[in-house]
């Protein structure tokens, strides 16, 4: 077990590694065409160096003057010494700007998560016991629109339905006009106001998945022997589904579980976006449109970094949760 | 036909009208092919048939709707609309004009202690400077003559002369002006004859040349003159308006209707004039056809859905939108099912080195997160100008090459357990080759998965491109797709008021992903053979 996780990471951080490199290479291969802005502006100022001269500096001082594959292990340097450098659009150290927006992200994943987990599994236990019935295909039916809408529509539905008919919520933003005026509590409030709407978007497109997931599961443990055995010797149908159906759905579905919980950090890039959400999603969306290397680049590989640590977690909640499992 | 075919089919009409077989006859067993079979379970799933019929629906409206609508993609429309423009501005002349004679000595303060002693009601002033007096002579009504030391310097008058294209020298001035005021209404200059009429027409030997009035009427915007009919008929309305007193001095504005009728075409021209008091002037206002963009109309018998917000149909986007949608997500699935094929088929079958290169590809492929790759490629080739039909190639290509991994993963992992079975033992001992052992005995094995998953992946294709093009990193004008129709709504305004414009681009895509994932559900349950129903 040991051994495995050991050789596991290591392999997490090789692929990383070319992640990363992956990742770089593109952003190199773009246009810098914020750097050029950069220097013109600064070339525009009076008694300034020439836009030739601003250009090469800036160039050096973001390592862009090297190839790719020097530029790429000098970034790969800092890196490690968790430097990412500055960001150019928000002109603050990129792990500050993280760390500022981070949590808002984490929040919204959180609470997001927490009503996915209990609307979805119950959901999806529920239609499986109930296969074929009207109730199991009422269940599917809005597993699968809620697979199927893209978010900006249901966004803008929400916002037209609960913003702008009922006001009760605003269309934008994180804070009220009138946040700096409230007490802790208010502000509080406040906040928790404006998430409501995010949160809701962010759940009913996401319990789909786990709903789905839960029902194929349940279904395959239902037609299992044992579930057959359990029923043959006469136990209520309720301990048959909940004490030994449901117990071994678990195991598929703690392992995916906790498999996303890295994702929590990951932040929703359109949900934020289109709300005006200043999380991690939205500042890095404004990033990459406008070009912000060092930050996009941190972004990325934070992203691939989260995948990478979430199927390990899978993997070994895997091995941990079902005993039968024996990891080589 | 031989003599033998004959009986046999004599002998099959027979045996079906008696319909009598044998127990151990083969033809008592209805045998389905398994085609047929997976026909008939998925037609039995009441619901993935409503999916297919909403595909089918879609293709119809998307690919043929196009054809039959009247309205080409990127047609514009336009609308006259009735905008209030200001066209001119009047004012009735109450301060004194000045007609200048002797410049060296009318001079501008001359004329100010003039216009001041015209008002005390003097008939002389002195000037600091000049000894001799000016004399102010009132020579008729609202006309006064300023000589000094026996000259005529100039005269000042409310009343002003215009000419048709000439400028009127002082005499000339003078004289219409004398006559217009006066009850005298013809004089001579150099020998001439002129006539001034009722209305203040100046006459040349019998020609009009211009005219006296007391109204200033400018034009304001694209109009250069008025005919003096019009500015006549003007004045008369503004005159008797004013005395009946339907202006508002009070500093309101009362719109007032002004009917003119055009001698020359005959048609009838309404005009809107307000009274601003503040700087007491009239203002002529006036309704203007105006040819736009028939941008947001709302749905009517020509456009069924209204207009967007570039003057284009609606209904005609969206077909052509649909069309741009379901084109792109078939070429994307096609280019990473086969991508995934040939990967997942060459690594699953090969296992080793390749196996391993081809995995850890695969793996990095996982990782790297897509939609920020998509926004940024996205963002880049905006900044670059790429032309919008180069960037809807780059746009399935990219994603058909994001896309693959998920597949050759699925089909590895099949061919692996697939290339121990006997058939594949047999496929080796004929000696075929690797290729044909590959593509022809295993990857027919997991068509029913890739059929399943392509399904599925055509959904998804969709759903990603309509998220880039709503983000304005997709598809672009002037191509419709289902997403840049949505992106009006970034609009807070369109949200709220043109919900036509969003509203059924939105249920489009929603209808077609759900009908894609319904059919691909039932296509999983229907290749399935251990499914009961």
Redesign the interface.
């Known amino acids: 077990m040991k051994k495995y996780i050991i050789k596991r990471i290591l392999v997490s951080i090789l692929?990383?590694f070319?992640?990363a490199f992956?990742?770089y290479a593109?952003?190199r291969c773009?246009?810098h065409?914020y750097v050029e802005t950069i220097a013109r502006q600064k070339s525009m100022q009076p008694n300034s160096k020439s836009y030739e001269e601003w250009l090469a500096q800036l160039n050096a001082a973001y390592n862009l003057d090297k190839n790719i594959v020097p530029g790429f292990f000098g970034w790969l340097g800092n890196a490690i010494r968790l430097d990412f450098g500055d960001s150019w659009s928000w002109t603050v150290p990129v792990t500050q700007k993280f760390s500022d927006v981070i949590w808002l992200s984490f929040v919204m994943g959180v609470i997001s998560f927490v009503l996915e987990l209990i609307i979805a599994i119950p959901l999806g236990v529920v239609a499986a016991t109930h296969q074929?019935s009207k109730l199991d295909?009422v269940i599917?039916?809005i597993a699968?629109?809620g697979?199927?809408?893209?978010?900006?529509?249901f966004a803008?539905?929400l916002?037209?339905v609960f913003s702008?008919k009922l006001g009760w919520f605003e269309?934008y933003g994180l804070v009220g006009r009138y946040y700096n005026q409230l007490d802790s509590w208010g502000q509080f409030l406040d906040k928790a106001h404006h998430l409501v709407l995010p949160i809701t978007t962010l759940v009913v497109l996401s319990i789909g998945s786990l709903m789905r997931y839960t029902r194929t599961n349940m279904l395959e443990v239902l037609s299992s022997d044992y579930v057959r055995t359990a029923r043959a010797k006469g136990l209520p149908e309720k301990d048959v589904i909940f004490k030994h159906a449901f117990r071994n759905t678990l195991i598929p579905l703690v392992t995916i579980v906790g498999g996303s919980l890295p994702g929590l950090f990951s932040g929703a890039?359109?949900t934020e976006?289109l709300y005006g959400l200043p999380g991690i999603g939205f500042t890095?969306?404004q990033s990459?449109?406008?070009?912000d290397i060092p930050f996009?680049m941190f972004?990325?590989v934070f992203?691939?970094m989260l995948?990478?640590v979430g199927n390990l977690i899978t993997d070994i909640l895997y091995a941990v949760v079902d005993p039968r499992v024996r990891l080589a | 036909m031989t003599e033998n075919n004959k009986y046999d089919v004599e002998k099959n009409v027979q045996v079906e009208e008696n319909e009598t077989y044998s127990l151990n006859d083969d033809r008592r067993v209805k045998v389905l092919s398994p085609g047929a079979m997976v026909a008939k379970r998925f037609f039995r799933n009441r619901?993935a048939v409503v999916g297919l019929s909403i595909l089918v629906a879609m293709f119809l409206f998307s690919f043929v709707g196009g054809v039959i609508s009247p309205y080409n993609e990127k047609q514009f429309f336009y609308r006259y609309d009735q905008r209030i423009k200001e066209i001119a501005g009047a004012k009735e002349n109450t301060d004194f004009r000045y007609l200048i004679k002797d410049a060296d000595r009318f001079t501008s303060i001359v004329q100010a202690t003039a216009v001041l002693n015209i008002n005390k009601g003097e008939s002389q002033f002195t000037m600091t400077g000049n000894k001799s007096p000016y004399h102010i002579n009132q020579t008729a009504e609202g006309l006064y003559e300023i000589s000094v030391d026996g000259h005529v310097i100039g005269a000042v008058c409310k009343s002003i002369l215009s000419l048709d294209g000439e400028t009127a020298d002082y005499d000339l001035n003078y004289n219409a002006l004398k006559a217009f005021l006066s009850d005298q209404k013809t004089f001579v200059l150099d020998g001439v004859n002129y006539e001034v009429d009722e209305t203040g027409g100046l006459l040349r030997d019998g020609k009009e040349i211009g005219y006296v009035s007391s109204y200033v009427v400018s034009p304001i915007g694209a109009v250069s003159d008025f005919s003096r009919d019009f500015k006549e008929e003007l004045q008369y309305f503004l005159e008797t308006n004013d005395e009946a007193g339907n202006f508002k001095r009070n500093g309101e504005n009362e719109k007032t209707q002004f009917v003119y009728k055009n001698p020359t075409s005959g048609e009838e021209e309404t005009y809107i004039v307000s009274f601003n008091a503040a700087d007491s002037r009239w203002v002529i206002k006036r309704y203007q056809a105006e040819y736009v963009y028939d941008l947001y109309s709302a749905p009517s018998k020509e456009h069924w859905l209204g207009t967007e917000g570039n003057g284009m149909d609606m209904l005609t986007r969206l077909m052509y939108g649909g069309r741009v949608s379901l084109v792109i997500g078939f070429i994307v699935v096609f280019i990473e099912t086969s991508l995934g094929i040939v990967m997942g088929g060459i690594s699953g079958y090969f296992g080793g080195a390749v196996d391993f290169l081809i995995m850890?590809i695969v793996?990095?492929m996982?990782?790297?997160?897509s939609?920020?790759?998509l926004?940024?490629?996205g963002?880049?080739m905006d900044?670059?100008g790429v032309d919008p039909t180069i960037r809807m190639i780059y746009l399935m290509l990219i994603l058909g090459f994001l896309g693959w991994p998920g597949i050759a993963h699925m089909v590895r992992g099949q061919i692996l357990s697939l290339r121990e079975q006997e058939f594949m033992t047999a496929a080796e001992a004929t000696g075929l080759s690797a290729k044909r052992r590959i593509f022809k005995h295993l990857v027919p094995n997991v068509m029913p998965q890739l059929i399943v998953s392509a399904t599925m992946g055509l959904?998804s294709a969709i759903?990603v491109e309509?998220?880039l093009s709503?983000?304005g990193l997709g598809v672009r004008f002037p191509f419709a797709s289902w997403?840049n129709i949505?992106n009006g709504?970034n609009d807070?305004y369109v949200?709220?008021t043109y919900?036509w414009v969003?509203?059924p681009a939105?249920i489009c895509?929603?209808l077609t992903?759900?009908a894609f994932?319904?059919v691909g559900?039932g296509l999983r349950d229907a290749f399935d053979p251990k499914m009961k129903?």
Not at chain 2, 366 to 369: L, R
Request: proline letters at 5%; aromatic letters at 12%.
């Open positions: 692929i990383l070319f992640v992956c990742i593109l952003m773009l246009p065409s074929y295909y599917s039916l699968l629109a697979i199927s809408l893209p978010t900006f529509f803008s539905l916002k037209l702008v269309l890039l359109i976006t890095s969306y990459m449109t406008q070009g996009s972004y990325m992203l691939s995948t990478l | 619901i850890r793996d990095i996982f990782c790297i997160p939609t920020p790759i926004i940024i490629i963002a880049a900044a670059l959904g759903l309509a998220t709503f983000l997403g949505i709504v807070t949200l709220t919900l969003w509203i939105g895509i929603l992903v759900l994932n319904l559900d129903r």
